[in-house]
């Protein structure tokens, strides 16, 4: 039995790692040149360094989702919260002659605000995830178009802009700095108790409440992260346009973000959170957009190609189709012994 | 006694009221018919989408497919009327029967596979919006003599107002949704999924089958949608309706439709997109707010039939001496069939 268990676990595991690893691969085969690294001015280029430096928002906030999805929550606000921080950031430094660190601390406390928001619904007046956080989905983009007065605007500001398409030590700045957020996050996911807390959470929260777990208050940081994680995102955005566009910038991501998590292995319903692997399905995202868009395939395949996917992931990770797989598996051993 | 189940009906036709009538206070011209008509026929599309939505929503699922369903039948029809030179009204009804097609793929993804409804019509987002990509990337004008002809009824009321083909089709769209949710077997069989899955199986409703119909009836109605969307903006355009899928779940929460599932009304739906269209009429006659404040009055507007609903529920268990918060039920896990 133990055997068993731990035996599928790394099945799972695996999955999401040789399918990015496949997908690298077929990429290469099909475009020539796609696993080139060459150094320029003592920066990294290729298209392994792009398709990192494009996944960066995209991971950011999937890692956010996972942990809010871990608890059986789900956030459906980080996309407007992303326009909200990218106008926050970029009225601030085209209007005001604030230290650009005093402003990112702003977007990020902004974003933080949101999250806190959004966990208060869930957590204190114990309104469904959905519901709770589709009303900041609504009104946050009228929010940031309140922030913006309606236009685009742009900024300038060396620092900000160094975020967005910066370098630090060869790679881009903006990937140095999710991944050291990434690393932070597992370190006190993994190495504290707190892990195991979320998870507790996800999976039975009265069982947790009654074990001594504060799960209210937990729920609660958990929306708080998730805004955190899409304020730095909304930051970057904006950075790398130089510019806050209310109504179009994470337009959908909440939605790749959901994706990334799923290609993980995560159940909707919580109880579980895989942060390697949540990144690892970020970049699978990203890769496949890198592909279609450098294979000469039309753009508007992508969004089919998205689709296709979730549905194929869902469909094998459905409990219907494993168990038609685990009674073919066992009816083949049980005609083999005999 | 008053159902506390009116509650929420009874409350948003009093916002309603109350909105129109600070209108009528307000502004002359607000008094005349003509407003009320066009805000029936500029929210036709809408409207309609809202009323299938409404039995999604009443069965306890979601679906967020519906914008993206408007976009690709638009998209759909262009190609057969202006590409192919089908007769519109054979092209409608291809279009419909595709889009009630791909609604039931979906209730048979979310019933057979038993996959959250909320990430299987996410599927739906992407996939319908691709679809619609890879037929036509531009807006394209739709002409044929009919869409002329059909813009030219118009039956007057008194005062400048009238009611043109779109609010009529609209109407009775609207009308047949009631009578199916209050007066079919199917209807009941709604409530009953929405109101307690394992209930509803063990008294021999089929499930299933009745999910199925659930997300076809959706499909169909958000083709409707389409198709009245295509007649009003006499143009098809692959990027339209984005974000439809949000307004028109507002629209059904804030007419009185618990999210939970098993109670509301459509009637409820179409109120909802009223006032969010009111709003929207009260902020153009105002002339100095801007069009964003929609978004945040709507934003508002939802939360506060959340609470609201949220403190009926809660009141009414308690003064009934059920449990204050049933144990919330995983969506038909506990119903095997062997």
């Known amino acids: 039995m133990r055997l068993k268990r731990s035996m599928r676990w790394e099945a799972r595991t695996l999955a999401p790692i040789i399918s990015l690893f496949l997908l690298i691969v077929g990429t290469a085969l099909v475009v020539p040149g796609f696993l080139k690294l060459s150094i320029v001015d003592g920066h990294i280029y290729g298209s392994l360094i792009d398709i990192l430096h494009r996944s960066t928002p995209t991971a950011l906030i999937a890692l956010g989702m996972a942990v809010v999805i871990g608890t059986k929550g789900i956030d459906l606000s980080v996309g407007a919260i992303i326009a909200i921080c990218g106008a926050v950031t970029a009225v601030l430094t085209a209007s005001t002659e604030l230290h650009p660190l005093i402003v990112l601390g702003c977007a990020v406390l902004v974003g933080m605000v949101c999250g806190l928001w959004n966990g208060t619904l869930v957590a204190v007046f114990g309104i469904q995830p959905i519901v709770a956080t589709l009303i900041l989905m609504v009104a946050g983009r009228g929010i940031a178009q309140m922030i913006t007065g309606g236009q685009i605007v742009t900024f300038h500001s060396d620092f900000i802009n160094a975020i967005g398409n910066g370098f630090f030590m060869g790679l881009p700045a903006r990937v140095v700095l999710a991944a050291v957020i990434i690393a932070i996050t597992v370190l006190v996911l993994r190495k504290t108790a707190l892990g195991m807390f979320l998870e507790a959470v996800g999976g039975n929260s009265e069982t947790s409440r009654l074990v001594g777990i504060d799960s209210k208050l937990l729920i609660l940081m958990v929306y708080v992260f998730s805004g955190f994680c899409a304020a730095l995102a909304g930051v970057i955005i904006a950075a790398d346009i130089r510019g806050a566009d209310a109504n179009n910038a994470g337009l959908w991501l909440e939605l790749d973000a959901i994706l990334a998590v799923v290609i993980a292995g995560a159940s909707l319903s919580g109880g579980r959170i895989y942060l390697g692997l949540t990144i690892v399905g970020a970049l699978i995202i990203q890769t496949l957009t890198t592909a279609i868009l450098t294979s000469g395939l039309p753009a508007q395949y992508n969004l089919i190609v998205k689709a296709s996917i979730i549905l194929l992931v869902l469909l094998l990770q459905s409990k219907v189709t494993q168990d038609f797989i685990k009674a073919r598996v066992q009816s083949f051993r049980r005609a083999s012994d005999a | ?338």
Not at chain 2, 90 to 113: P, R
Not at chain 2, 205 to 224: C, E, F
């Open chain 2, 1 to 338: 006694m008053l159902n506390e189940r009116y509650l929420p009906v009874i409350a948003t036709l009093l916002v309603f009221i109350l909105l129109y009538g600070y209108g009528m206070v307000e502004y002359k011209g607000f008094r005349d018919t003509l407003v009320f008509t066009n805000l029936l026929t500029d929210n036709a599309f809408l409207i309609v989408t809202a009323v299938g939505m409404s039995f999604v929503i009443i069965s306890g699922g979601i679906d967020l497919s519906v914008g993206s369903m408007i976009a690709f039948v638009g998209v759909l029809l262009a190609y057969l009327i202006t590409g192919l030179g089908i007769h519109p009204v054979y092209a409608a009804i291809i279009a419909l029967f595709t889009a009630t097609f791909f609604g039931m793929v979906m209730g048979v993804i979310i019933a057979y596979f038993e996959i959250q409804p909320f990430i299987v019509t996410l599927a739906g987002l992407f996939l319908f919006r691709g679809l619609a990509y890879m037929i036509n990337l531009n807006s394209v004008p739709i002409d044929h003599e009919l869409l002329v002809t059909l813009s030219e009824i118009y039956v007057p009321l008194p005062g400048r107002g009238g009611l043109t083909f779109i609010a009529m089709a609209m109407l009775a769209l609207l009308a047949i949704g009631v009578v199916v949710a209050k007066r079919t077997r199917f209807g009941l069989n709604v409530y009953a999924v929405g109101g307690d899955v394992q209930s509803a199986a063990l008294m021999g409703v089929p499930v299933k089958s009745t999910l199925v119909r659930i997300y076809a009836l959706s499909g169909l109605y958000s083709g409707a949608a389409g198709v009245i969307f295509a007649i009003y903006t006499g143009s098809a355009y692959p990027l339209a309706a984005v974000g439809v899928e949000l307004d028109a779940i507002a629209a059904v929460v804030i007419g009185g439709t618990l999210l939970t599932g098993g109670v509301g009304f459509v009637f409820g739906a179409f109120l909802g997109a009223l006032i969010q269209g009111i709003i929207q009429t009260l902020i153009i006659f105002d002339g100095s707010l801007n069009s964003w404040w929609t978004k945040v009055a709507i934003g508002a507007l939802l939360l506060m039939f959340i609470l609201m609903q949220k403190a009926i529920v809660h009141f009414s268990r308690r003064y009934s001496g059920k449990n204050p918060e049933p144990p919330e039920q995983p969506a038909m896990e506990k119903v095997e069939t062997t």
